[in-house]
């Protein structure tokens, strides 16, 4: 059976989706979690695109031992060597080149003629190979570039170095049936002595990001690229657990392997959801909440029956376990300590452990049953790095006569000073909102809230997550609060977004590529 090689771009591609911006802390986790589901490689970010992006590469690049990291590189030699400078203490080194191929591209983005482009390549690969062992070239918007060309561009980076080829569908356009006979024609004509591996890289306009990867599969690709939860700029990137379950479901059909760990799917897509502030869709296909509830009376009765008879996909398949052992208030911290361990959270350190453990028992006073999802919840909310500057530390309210509300927040910096804002509101949340808003003064509006229940019961603790937008940049921050009362997780989720746009307002968060000056131009 041929094996196919994951790469995985949550960290770069899926950082491109609007709201989206992981700290370097929950990059280097939600690294560490990829590395144990199993991926190849990973593309852990654009070094070249801010300092923190650089940094997070680096960091990533000297954490994993097993997976290769990889990061983005226009073709543009400064470019690579911020690559290389972030990369080469990785133990297993790669660099991703690009540059955009379609006639649209080149004309109006890049305005350079196909020989200029052609050039840039031979050029930039191979200054790349000079630098890295392992190449990855990709044509930008591929699938709308003429299929002479794109093979001329392929040939080209193979000639120059590249090891890897890219194939992306960089706007969602292609179907299943062009896409995989693109791979073969491109498996077909490329020349090289050396062994070449074909991937695809599907965005998700048309919904057909899944369909397509699985037919460059067919069409003979050997590694396959996209995020975790499908997240991503637009409709975001292909949604790799999806590939990964589809592979094994259908093996008979797809005659592939590789070596994902499936049962850490559900654990590695839930960081990803919690980090991104981006929720699962409880329809999402292989790990949204209804994946295995069967609600007609037909298919409950067969499943009883045979689970076979309607569930293609088993919970254990996924890592989605049955809640083992429900912690209570009686439960000591041995048991929480253990629990944590068995739940995947190896590395929590002691001093975390000790600010877990003093936040469980105080859940457990007020909640009866500690459920796995109270746990990963209060792990993910604890150890990331959240956000520096002031911190939400508690709030009052009072009920006015008038049916308004009134709300007094106390924010702490890191020299444990107090400052308090007081305001009204029709509601308390809008309430709370403005005393936040009147202790950052900054022009931020919240484009969305949602609330979730961790678990079920009216016990559950409640997470909110928010949406605002920096109007003095237009960038869109997510941010989430954690809380067994609603109105703190809502304080808490706010003041956290408004710590973001204050940090950018700093200049210590810088925006992302798509917005940044290109040399190339
Ligand atoms: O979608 C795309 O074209 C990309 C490239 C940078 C590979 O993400
Ligand atoms: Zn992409």
Request: proline share 3%; net charge negative.
């Amino acid at each position: 059976m041929r094996k196919i090689e994951f790469l995985d771009t949550t960290l770069r591609d899926g950082e491109q989706t609007p709201g989206v911006n992981f700290s370097i802390k929950e990059k280097v986790a939600i690294a560490k979690q990829l590395e144990k589901w199993g991926i190849s490689a990973i593309e852990a970010g654009f070094p070249a695109a801010s300092p923190d992006s650089f940094e997070a590469v680096k960091q990533i690049a000297n954490t994993l031992t097993q997976t290769a990291v990889t990061g983005l590189a226009r073709a543009v030699k400064s470019d690579i060597d911020t690559a290389y400078e972030a990369l080469k203490d990785a133990k297993y080194p790669q660099v991703h080149v690009f540059i955009a191929t379609s006639p649209v591209h080149m004309q109006y983005k890049l305005k350079k003629t196909p020989e200029q482009v052609i050039a840039s390549i031979t050029e930039h690969v191979s200054y790349a190979k000079s630098l890295f062992e392992v190449v990855e070239f990709s044509p930008e918007d591929a699938t709308r570039t003429d299929k002479d060309f794109l093979l001329k561009a392929v040939q080209t980076a193979v000639d120059a170095g590249a090891t890897y080829i890219n194939i992306p569908d960089t706007v969602g356009f292609t179907t299943p049936s062009e896409y995989y006979h693109t791979f073969k024609f491109l498996i077909d004509e490329v020349k090289s002595d050396r062994e070449i591996i074909f991937s695809p890289h599907c965005h998700d306009d048309l919904g057909m990001a899944t369909a397509n990867t699985l037919a460059a599969i067919k069409g003979g690709a050997n590694r396959v690229e996209g995020t975790i939860n499908g997240i991503g700029e637009r409709a975001g990137n292909v949604a790799l657990e999806e590939v990964a379950v589809a592979l094994e479901i259908r093996k008979d059909y797809y005659q592939v392997s590789s070596d994902i760990v499936l049962n850490e799917t559900f654990t590695t897509s839930e960081l990803i959801s919690r980090f991104s502030g981006i929720p699962i869709p409880k329809n999402k296909a292989v790990i949204g909440g209804n994946a295995f509830a069967h609600e007609s009376g037909i298919h409950q009765d067969g499943v009883l029956k045979n689970p076979e008879t309607y569930e293609i996909i088993t919970p254990e398949l996924v890592g989605v376990k049955k809640n083992s052992l429900p912690l209570g208030k009686l439960s000591g911290r041995h048991a929480f300590v253990e629990k944590v361990y068995e739940l995947g959270f190896d590395d929590v350190t002691a001093d975390e452990l000790q600010v877990l453990f003093a936040k469980f028992k105080t859940l457990a006073d007020k909640k009866h049953e500690i459920t796995d999802t109270d746990i990963r919840a209060l792990v993910a909310g604890t150890t990331v790095e959240n956000p520096e500057g002031f911190q939400f530390d508690h709030l009052s309210i009072a009920s006015n006569e008038d049916g308004t509300q009134t709300v007094t927040i106390s924010m702490r910096n890191e020299g444990d000073e107090v400052l308090t804002t007081i305001a009204h509101g029709s509601g308390s949340v809008e309430a709370a909102f403005n005393a936040i808003d009147k202790f950052f003064n900054q022009t931020v509006k919240l484009s969305s809230y949602n609330i979730m229940a961790v678990t079920e019961g009216i016990d559950a603790q409640a997470e909110v997550h928010v949406t605002v937008e920096n109007i003095d940049t237009g960038t869109i921050f997510n941010a989430s609060g954690l809380d067994f009362d609603v109105l703190r997780a809502s304080a808490i989720a706010y003041s956290n977004a408004n710590t973001l746009v204050q940090r950018e307002n700093a200049g210590i968060i810088t925006k992302k590529i798509s917005e940044k000056a290109n040399p190339e131009g």
